[in-house]
């Protein structure tokens, strides 16, 4: 709690600074500082009483900041803002903070009322309360001083609080009456700014609309259960509260159609359902497979309808788009330079050289580049540029199986090496046959044509190579071609040509050797106390038969030494 305290001082000035620039007019981010604050503060776990405290501490410092005392610490003394006391946007966020406050506590008290009913008088008056503050805040916002959209914000907040009130009272027509206002305004602030900044009224839009629905069909809209219950579906019907009343609603209209339902068919059997729990179950699952299959018409109605995405996700597209070209374009300049290397004699023997493997490496980059490319949302319907990324593809993918072969090629692996010179070459044909609608897309290419040449020499060379190396291997004697494990030391008698003598590591002796056992430890026995003699103990030993009749009762007694 201590690092929360600290956490909020260091933060609320930065916002109270913003939210009191002093102009020729008063505006204050209403559903944007609610939001912030809640999620900041508790909300985000459901703790309204953590967000309670932090409301109250705020208004503390609110308070003394703008010298709005309350009295002294004897006497309390009942305070309101008033219109002319409007110099300050911070006035109106004082007001805005009381609502909070009391909101916050009836929905703690709210959460404690399901187990203690009791506490559903005090929730209703703290309710009652947070309606209050809020016409007291729109009151304050009709000043000629506060900007329109903070009027139109202020209405909204008013009317989600009234809404709130008589939902609890169960008055559901003036309940669906408040909400509607609410939604509406919201609606009208969405439209009037962009995107980005609408996201907040369309969400705030999505919260109260299971309520309506809610109320839609406690009024007697038969319709309304199933909007509920793809709202449900969607998105968890309004969350917290209003999903637990939405439950009970759906099992309640369950319960009343399955008293109608008596049998079901399946696969052309009918067969007769007399058990009431399975009859509730089969109605939600048809409510529910309806409410997905309607889903996915809509969604499918929307993506024919509109096709397009948002500005943003196209920008979002356009950047990553750049992103990922450039890292094609340089991978292809480190290639190129890899190639004209690989192509030059070695001179230097000691220093290693680029080898085929390191151009796979980068060949792997790029097709893994345009493979995202490919997949780049709002460009799913350009088939110019879907065909034009294959294109490239295909070109990328022939230079990687060239450099695969000639990998091939350094291990002697000829048939391997020859099949993947094949592919290469299927892979250019399919180039060249796709080129012809797009040549304007072959120009930032390698050339496929150079490619073709370099396979049908490299082809030819291959054959060469591998009937020269079966020669080698016919012309060596069959027994000089055994492999023996046997280092040399073992094998001094026998004559065998052996090329690994003259390699690095030729097999000279037997390393680590072989384990040889040796004696073990001998055992040694103390025989020297056979021929120890000991020291006579004559003298120790007491003599018998002297002493006479005194040394007896001196012995008797105790009193010998």
């Known amino acids: 709690m201590a690092a929360e305290r600290q956490n909020e001082v260091k933060i609320s000035p930065l916002e109270e600074n913003k939210e009191t620039s002093i102009d020729e007019s008063l505006g204050l981010e209403i559903l944007q500082i609610i939001k912030d604050s809640q999620q900041q503060h508790g909300l985000r776990h459901g703790d309204y009483q953590r967000y309670r405290g932090y409301c109250s501490r705020r208004l503390r410092r609110l308070r003394k900041t703008l010298g709005f005392k309350m009295g002294n610490r004897h006497k309390f003394t009942g305070k309101k803002v008033t219109v002319e006391m ?43 309360k947070a309606a ?6 729109e009151k304050l916002c009709e000043s000629p001083r506060v900007d329109a959209k903070t009027k139109l914000e202020a209405q909204a907040y008013t009317a989600y609080l009234t809404g709130m009130v008589q939902f609890e009272l169960q008055e559901w027509k003036s309940a669906m009456e408040a909400f509607n206002k609410c939604k509406t305004i919201y609606e009208k602030l969405a439209s009037a700014f962009t995107e980005e900044q609408a996201v907040l009224f369309y969400q705030r839009v999505e919260e109260i609309s299971p309520n309506i629905r809610y109320c839609a069909y406690n009024i007697g809209d038969q319709n309304a259960i199933n909007d509920l219950m793809q709202m449900r579906l969607s998105a968890g019907g309004g969350g917290g509260m209003m999903a637990e009343k939405l439950e009970a609603l759906i099992t309640q209209t369950r319960a009343k159609q399955a008293a109608v339902m ?54 979002h597209s356009y950047l990553t788009y750049i992103k990922l070209w450039t890292v094609v374009k340089r991978n292809e300049s480190m290639a190129h330079a890899l190639q004209t290397k690989l192509k030059e004699p070695q001179t230097d023997e000691n220093k290693r050289g680029p080898r085929p493997q390191d151009l796979i490496r980068l060949y792997d980059i790029i097709l893994q580049s345009l493979a995202e490319l490919s997949s ?6 350009d088939h110019t540029f879907q065909k ?79 009937i020269l190396d079966t020669d080698d291997v016919a012309e060596v004697p069959t027994q000089q071609q055994i492999k023996d494990s046997t280092p040399l030391s073992d094998r001094l008698e026998n004559f065998r040509l052996d090329p690994t003598l003259l390699s690095k590591q030729p097999n000279l002796v037997q390393f680590p050797p072989d384990f040889q056992p040796i004696p073990c430890k001998p055992l040694f026995f103390d025989l020297a106390l056979n021929h120890v003699a000991f020291p006579p103990l004559d003298d120790k030993v007491e003599q018998k038969g002297k002493g006479g009749i005194t040394g007896y009762f001196r012995g008797f007694f105790g009193f010998g030494s």
């Open 376 to 381: 780049l949302q709002g460009l799913e319907e």
């Open 86 to 128: 409007l110099s300050d946007n911070r006035h109106l966020l004082l007001v805005l903070m009381e609502a909070e406050r009391a909101w916050s506590y009836a929905m703690q008290l709210k959460q404690e009322a399901n187990t203690e009913p009791r506490k559903r008088f005090h929730l209703l008056a703290r309710l009652r």
């Open 388 to 466: 034009e990324v294959a294109l490239k593809t295909l070109v990328y993918k022939a230079y990687r199986c060239f450099y695969i072969a000639q990998s091939y090629v350094l291990v002697k692996k000829w048939s391997e090496a020859l099949v993947l010179y094949e592919r290469v070459l299927k892979y250019t044909r399919e180039v060249q046959s796709k080129a012809k609608s797009l040549n304007n897309s072959l120009k930032d290419l390698p050339d496929v044509q150079e490619l073709i040449a370099e396979v049908n020499a490299e082809k030819y060379s291959l054959q060469a190579a591998a």
């Open 132 to 137: 209050k503050h809020g016409e007291q805040l």
């Open 262 to 315: 008596s049998e079901v068919e399946w696969r052309g059997r009918t067969v007769p359902v007399k058990i009431d729990k399975a009859r509730i179950f089969l109605l939600g699952l048809a409510d529910n497979e309806a409410a997905i299959t309607q889903k996915q018409r809509e969604r499918a109605t929307e993506g024919v309808e509109s096709g397009k995405v948002s500005n943003l996700q196209y920008l």
